[in-house]
């Protein structure tokens, strides 16, 4: 069983769900049991569950559709395709994969509620945290906003990324103000992700690690590792040595190191280990079945599982080691043959054919390569012990590691006009963990950022950096099919939150 916060305070949750529904606005979601909210978040227990229930948002992975980022994104990428049953099984999944995107068909909707919910109980508590009486102490008051304003700009920079100019509120948001809510500029919005982020790491009562019965809680070295990525993607090099500057903050640190063994990364004994600097939690804690809210398809969250895992495995499996799963993202042949020879070929790419030579089996699902992704592999081992185990794996999503950080700090120092022979160590740190040998030393300038980006996508293969990649260096109109520069960057602003607007929200070019 997990120690970590999220195990901890289940039952209060209901205090503060958000309800939701088609026909409901996803800026302002409703607490159920709104008479309770007023009188509530007194003492320190009660506020620290409201901080809880933010954290909480970040695993969510059926909102309005399936909305797990690293299935999405691996299907977006050249990593993987889609996948699933066949093409009618989830055409969210399929629209992002081949760019036939539009305002009602994609994974929009559901992104956009998930985020906007962990917006709305990110203000909230940082509210309720204004307004606490005089026994909350100040010291619990400064760590909790701090971890609030960490995960709202969190969901923030994953708005940007998915969408470009959203609305930016930093205020709980009334239903009379709906119809009044508009798109702020991408620039207004990354502005306030960077202050959120800066208060949070200007917050001295926030620890730069914490114990393992807190494990899961934001340390300093998170807030530092994505404010240096919030300033790598915005692509302004004049402002890269000071990306580079927090990335080596985080690795100079002391507090984190490369795992010996790269298999060791992706291992239940790997969760919050020595190279984990941001890392969601999932449990198998808390049992749940399709009857809850899957009707038609996920509409809730109903257990605190990781469910990429459940996409990422074999159909109806029989064999060794996994678990039977649904298929999606299987990896394609470019990245097979990309990794070809590589040592982490083996610690990432699940080989059908190799599993076949040795007796097992397989339904062939949707868009079929025989590679499919071991990193979040439902293994037998770990299956759930209650519950439907498709929706109850434990496995907790990497989220920031220090591999990830070396390979920013690399880019950001070589974009910068910073020193090369530094950015080659940083590089050289991650390919000497696998047994590879150092690069060339001569290696230097534009060259040199193709061997960072080649790198990135040996080492991060499947674990769903590589889309968001492809689209900040330019290289997603010639490396992705289907994808048209100007309009697939982004996806189209849900359909249902410009109606609701009235119009006022204005819909991405080209949708």
């Not at 909210?37 to 409201?50: D, I, M, P, R, S």
């Not at 985020?115 to 102490?137: F, H, M, S, W």
């Not at 610690?347 to 007796?359: E, F, M, P, R, S």
């Not at 989220?399 to 120092?413: P, S």
Request: net charge negative.
């Amino acid at each position: 069983m997990k120690n970590n916060i999220l195990n901890k305070l289940i039952p209060v949750f209901v205090l503060i769900m958000l309800a939701s529904s088609c026909g409901k606005d996803h800026l302002e979601l409703t607490p159920i049991g709104t008479s309770l909210e007023v009188n509530y978040y007194q003492t320190e227990g009660e506020l620290f569950e409201g901080l809880v229930a933010v954290y909480d948002v970040m695993q969510w992975g059926g909102t309005s559709g399936w909305t797990m980022n690293v299935g999405l994104l691996n299907a977006a990428s050249d990593d993987c395709f889609a996948g699933g049953s066949d093409a009618s099984d989830q055409p969210a999944w399929v629209a992002y994969d081949n760019f036939t995107l539009n305002p009602s068909l994609g994974p929009q909707e559901g992104l956009w509620t998930k985020y906007y919910t962990g917006i709305y109980r990110a203000n909230l508590i940082l509210q309720k945290l204004e307004e606490a009486p005089a026994e909350v102490t100040s010291r619990f008051k400064a760590r909790t906003a701090a971890e609030a304003k960490f995960l709202r700009a969190y969901f923030y920079f994953d708005l940007l990324r998915y969408f470009g100019n959203v609305p930016l509120l930093t205020d709980v948001v009334s239903v009379d103000q709906i119809t009044e809510v508009t798109q702020a500029s991408s620039a207004d919005i990354y502005a306030q992700v960077e202050a959120d982020l800066k208060a949070a790491r200007a917050e001295t009562e926030l620890p730069e690690s914490v114990a393992p019965a807190e494990f899961g809680r934001i340390t300093q070295g998170a807030v530092a590792a994505l404010l240096g990525k919030v300033i790598l993607y915005q692509n302004n090099d004049s402002r890269m040595i000071e990306a580079a500057d927090l990335f080596e903050e985080v690795i100079n640190s002391g507090f984190y190191l490369l795992e010996a063994n790269f298999e060791d990364v992706f291992s239940n004994q790997g969760e919050f280990g020595s190279e984990s600097i941001f890392e969601i939690q999932h449990s198998s804690n808390k049992p749940g079945d399709f009857g809850y809210g899957f009707a038609a398809g996920p509409t809730v969250n109903p257990t605190e599982g990781n469910f990429n895992v459940q996409f990422f495995g074999m159909r109806d499996y029989v064999g060794p080691e996994y678990a039977t799963g649904w298929s999606f993202c299987p990896v394609t042949t470019d990245l097979a043959d990309f990794m070809a020879g590589d040592p982490r070929f083996e610690h990432t790419i699940v080989d059908g054919n190799v599993l076949k030579a040795q007796g097992a089996s397989y339904t062939e699902g949707f868009q079929n390569t025989d590679y499919f992704i071991k990193k979040y592999a439902p293994l037998e081992a770990n299956r759930a012990s209650d519950g439907d185990v498709a929706l109850g794996w434990g496995t907790n999503q990497r989220e920031i590691r220090l591999a990830d950080v070396y390979l920013m700090a690399a880019e950001a120092l070589v974009r910068g006009g910073g020193s090369s022979a530094t950015a080659r160590g940083y590089i050289n740190e991650v390919r000497n963990r696998v047994g590879l040998g150092d690069i060339n030393t001569s290696v230097s300038g534009p060259i040199l950022l193709d061997v960072i980006y080649k790198e990135r996508r040996l080492e991060l293969a499947t674990e769903g950096h590589r889309f968001f990649d492809l689209v900040r260096t330019g290289q997603a109109p010639q490396v992705l099919d289907g994808f048209t520069a100007g309009i697939h960057e982004l996806l189209p602003i849900p359909q249902i939150e410009i109606d609701l607007t009235n119009g006022q929200m204005v819909q991405n070019p080209g949708y």
